[in-house]
């Protein structure tokens, strides 16, 4: 296992933040660890699952950090997927 650093944004949100992965974790963990920075602080909650876009793909929710290739200090995007 190891710790990637990303650069990432919420859609809707103004800011970005830097965020600590592990190259193991799904999309759906990395939506999760994002999401933790920022809903309910400046984004309200949404009953709707989260999406995790890099390099203008959206990723499927079950593939890792790794099996998409995401370096350190890339930015992703996370989004509602409404």
Same mark, same amino acid.
């Given at each position: 296992? =190891?710790? /990637?650093? &990303? ?5 809707? @949100?103004?800011?970005? /933040? &830097? ?5 193991? @974790?799904?999309? @759906? *963990?990395? =939506?999760? !660890?994002?999401?933790?920075?920022? /809903?309910? !602080?400046?984004?309200?909650? !949404? !009953?709707?699952?989260?999406? *995790? ?5 959206? &990723? ?7 099996? =998409? ?6 930015? /992703?995007? *996370?989004?509602?997927?409404?």
């Amino acid at each position: 296992m =190891a710790t /990637i650093p &990303l650069m990432a944004g919420f859609r809707g @949100d103004f800011a970005l /933040i &830097l965020a600590f992965v592990e190259n193991t @974790d799904t999309m @759906d *963990v990395v =939506a999760q !660890k994002v999401a933790h920075h920022v /809903i309910g !602080k400046r984004l309200p909650s !949404k !009953k709707a699952s989260m999406k *995790v876009k890099h390099n203008e793909r959206v &990723l499927e929710s079950h593939v890792t950090v790794a099996q =998409a290739n995401i370096q350190p200090q890339d930015y /992703i995007e *996370v989004f509602y997927d409404e």
